[in-house]
């Protein structure tokens, strides 16, 4: 079956660093997204990642291990906007897109 | 740009009633999404629709839920009779294709049964 997984919550301090991690096994692999949601609102796209290595984009970056079948998303300077949910989706052979549960990040003074 | 439109923002019915939701994609985006969220998880992918046709409805409870595209534009998603643990967020998402496309969210309706 195809399974993407994803830490449950997470908590950092204002002004730090996180990394959240996602594994997938899935049925081929064309891209990986990752998406910030916050409570109560739609989610919105943070980052697409083909190929493999670390795209940066202002504080967040994500990165990409197509052998290893594994993500990151690193959050830099972390203020408390950045309190909300990151849903990592790997969009599989058939351009499908499989989505994690997410994980909950807060974000305390 | 105008965003993903979707209507009503919230709704509360009994069990056994029906109900239906309506979404407008982004201008020109010929892929149309219809998700359901439940608190604490990720979407789940009920149906999706590449212009006018079904492109995956693989995990759309067809016994009660029903969805169309008239047009290749709006779309709407139906629930009859609706049960208590339909109760989530419904989301409406559009792209311009398959494929590397980043979907674009409308602001969901999240759907109570009593």
């Known amino acids: 079956g195809q399974n993407i997984d994803q830490p449950t919550e997470m908590t950092a301090t204002e002004g730090a660093i996180v990394q959240i991690n996602c594994t997938y096994q899935?049925?081929?692999?064309?891209?990986l997204f990752w998406y910030q949601q916050h409570a109560g609102e739609a989610p919105t796209f943070l980052s697409y990642?083909?190929l493999d290595g670390l795209e940066e984009k202002g504080r967040f970056s994500s990165f990409l291990s197509r052998s290893k079948g594994y993500s990151y998303l690193l959050l830099k300077e972390l203020q408390m906007k950045d309190s909300a949910s990151y849903l990592c989706a790997v969009e599989d052979g058939n351009y499908q897109l499989i989505w994690g549960a997410g994980t909950k990040l807060i974000i305390k003074p | 740009e105008a965003g993903v439109a979707q209507s009503p923002r919230y709704k509360i019915i009994e069990k056994r009633q029906s109900v239906a939701f309506w979404c407008n994609p982004i201008s020109g985006h010929a892929t149309l999404y219809w998700y359901q969220q439940i608190l604490g998880q990720g979407p789940k992918l009920l149906i999706q629709?590449?212009?006018?046709?079904?492109?995956?409805d693989s995990q759309l409870p067809k016994d009660r839920f029903s969805a169309e595209r008239l047009k290749g534009v709006d779309s709407t998603l139906k629930i009859q009779p609706a049960k208590l643990e339909d109760s989530a967020v419904y989301l409406c998402?559009?792209?311009f294709g398959q494929g590397y496309n980043e979907q674009f969210f409308g602001p969901g309706t999240r759907l109570t049964v009593l």
């Open positions: 629709f590449q212009n006018n046709g079904v492109v995956d």
């Open positions: 990642n083909v």
């Open positions: 899935t049925s081929g692999f064309n891209g």
């Open positions: 998402a559009s792209s």
